[in-house]
Each structure stands twice: as C-alpha cells, then as structure tokens.
C-alpha cells in the first residue's frame, strides 16, 4: 500500500510539472514546482496558466509589487460576453489578465521586454493582459 501510495505521488507530481500547466485546482505548497508566488493572488483558476506566462507574472510581482489575476480560462459563452476576441488565447488557457500598481507606460515596457510575452495590451480600467500568441498589441 505505502509502495502504490508513493508511486501515485510521484504521478502526481510528474504530471503537475509536465502539464504546462502551473498547478492543479485545490492543491496548495507546490510553488516550488509550479512558479506560483505568495504575491500572486488569483481571483479565477490557477491551474491553467503557462508556466511561462507564471513566470512573468512572479517577475512583475517582484518588482512592482502584489500582483491580482482576474482571468485566466475561459469558456466560450463567458468569452463572449466578456467582449473578447473570436480567437482569444483566453480559451486555450494561454492568457491572463491581472493588476499591478505602478505606472502603466513601465509595467508595460517591462512586459514588453519579456519574451515569453507576446501579445500585451493595458486597459482603461487599469487591468493587463498578456499571452503566448504572436507578438503584438491593440
């Protein structure tokens, strides 16, 4: 028993690092695997983002501070109502939208110069987006 315990948890563990994704939904203390930051908060799912994508969002952390993501995957109804592009990366779990304080023309030049970034874009109502697509703004 304690020997297909131990081999469940080092599934578990493979397939947390090896998903691309940054964590599974519920389970807590796997930063050091997954990126995730105490200075990340998120308002939507975790376990979806890029472990690409985590990584700027744990570096924007560091240098401007808390950093609250407010989207992550969506469905396409919810997509949709949201006023979001026919094709957003929102639905393949490759997007993220989040606030930070700091001045918006840095924390975009600072996201700008990530190259995991590609698209980016600050919006009016002080939230950032950024995703693994081609590298553009809007």
């Not at 948890?9 to 397939?15: A, D, E, H, K, T």
């Not at 947390?16 to 939904?25: E, Y």
């Not at 469905?75 to 639905?91: D, F, P, R």
């Not at 874009?121 to 697509?133: A, E, L, Q, R, V």
Request: with cysteine; charged share 20%.
């Amino acid at each position: 028993m304690a020997s297909r315990l131990k081999t469940l948890s080092i599934l578990l563990v493979l397939c947390i690092g090896l998903s691309g994704c940054g964590s599974v939904a519920g389970v807590t203390g796997l930063g050091w695997i997954t990126g995730s930051s105490d200075s990340i908060s998120y308002n939507d799912t975790e376990w979806c983002v890029p472990r690409k994508l985590k990584k700027v969002l744990n570096k924007v952390a560091k240098r401007y501070g808390r950093v609250t993501v407010h989207s992550t995957k969506r469905w396409w109804l919810e997509n949709w109502w949201k006023g979001g592009a026919k094709h957003s990366y929102h639905l393949n779990c490759q997007a993220v939208d989040f606030s930070v304080d700091g001045p918006p023309s840095s924390v975009l030049a600072f996201l700008k110069s990530q190259k995991a970034v590609g698209g980016y874009k600050h919006y009016s109502s002080g939230h950032y987006h950024i995703d693994t697509g081609p590298r553009r703004s809007w």
